[in-house]
């Protein structure tokens, strides 16, 4: 399983970007974030269909993730974004139908992260 994540960057409070993590397959993904200093922290994830969502609170309301089967890619819109939500943004794939779709330690593959700084 490979996962390349990709569009991290620079924006501002108030700003948006979306994250894409292209996948060598079709897995139920999600998105986690680490900030310097701090845990893994699960942010949203999705089923391999795209028929479940799944948010941490801290985003909810403000991403949304979505997913294009026929391109193997996974997206996480992130809108209004603060300052806290500053971290290394990583895809990753699920273990199988098992577990849960919060927990860090139900994704096996990971791919490398994307940067996301907003400034205040």
């Known amino acids: 399983v490979q996962l390349q994540a990709s569009g991290g960057g620079l924006a501002q409070t108030g700003g948006s970007l979306r994250l894409s993590c292209a996948a060598s397959g079709r897995y139920a993904l999600g998105w986690f974030r680490q900030a310097p200093g701090k845990e893994r922290e699960f942010v949203a994830s999705?089923?391999?269909?795209?028929?479940?969502?799944y948010y941490a609170d801290s985003v909810k309301g403000r991403a949304t993730i979505s997913r294009d089967n026929a391109k193997n890619t996974v997206y996480l819109q992130m809108n209004s974004l603060k300052p806290e939500d500053t971290a290394d943004y990583y895809c990753?794939?699920?273990?199988?139908?098992?577990?849960?779709?919060?927990?860090?330690?139900?994704?096996?593959?990971w791919g490398q992260g994307t940067q996301v700084t907003v400034s205040s």
């Open positions: 999705i089923n391999w269909s795209g028929t479940s969502t």
């Open positions: 990753a794939a699920r273990a199988g139908a098992g577990g849960s779709y919060y927990n860090t330690n139900d994704y096996r593959y």
